[in-house]
């Protein structure tokens, strides 16, 4: 998988996410983004890793991120999907149980043996650009799902 900078959509696999949304209806991109998340956590029965957290495939686990920055950017105070690389089309209002599920699947890719989280802590450290920047799109959903009118 090639990657080019640290931003969630800075990577072949999450153009590639990113061009899958763009090619089917509206009415499917939930379903696209839900199935993005699905992967990571191994709720598919797909390949991206056991769903007792074994290593995590790396397309996958790309995938997962720029979907759950999706997620994110829909929850109040989210930070933007502002890249180049992301979907051109606009995206329905995603339903809200997507936020726990992405937050499921950052999880996942944040373990040990994760290909995206080992690449980049070889990369950048532990604390690097792309760490802060997972750690912004928890935020966003956790505060999201507990705040007021969130999902608890």
Aim: glycine fraction near 14%; include cysteine; charged fraction near 25%.
């Amino acid at each position: 998988m090639g990657t080019w900078d640290t931003g969630h959509f800075d990577n072949d696999a999450a153009v590639d996410f990113s061009a899958d949304l763009d090619e089917v209806t509206v009415e499917r991109r939930t379903e696209i983004v839900r199935a993005a998340l699905l992967r990571a956590v191994g709720g598919d029965g797909g390949d991206g890793g056991d769903a007792t957290g074994g290593p995590l495939d790396g397309e996958v686990g790309a995938a997962a991120v720029a979907a759950a920055a999706l997620v994110a950017a829909q929850c109040p105070g989210g930070p933007p999907v502002e890249s180049v690389y992301g979907p051109e089309e606009p995206l329905p209002r995603l339903p809200e149980e997507l936020r726990e599920l992405a937050l499921l699947a950052l999880d996942r890719v944040s373990l040990a043996g994760s290909e995206v989280r080992d690449r980049w802590v070889k990369a950048d450290g532990e604390n690097g650009a792309w760490h802060h920047g997972m750690a912004e799109l928890r935020a966003a959903l956790t505060a999201a799902i507990t705040g007021p009118g969130g999902s608890d």
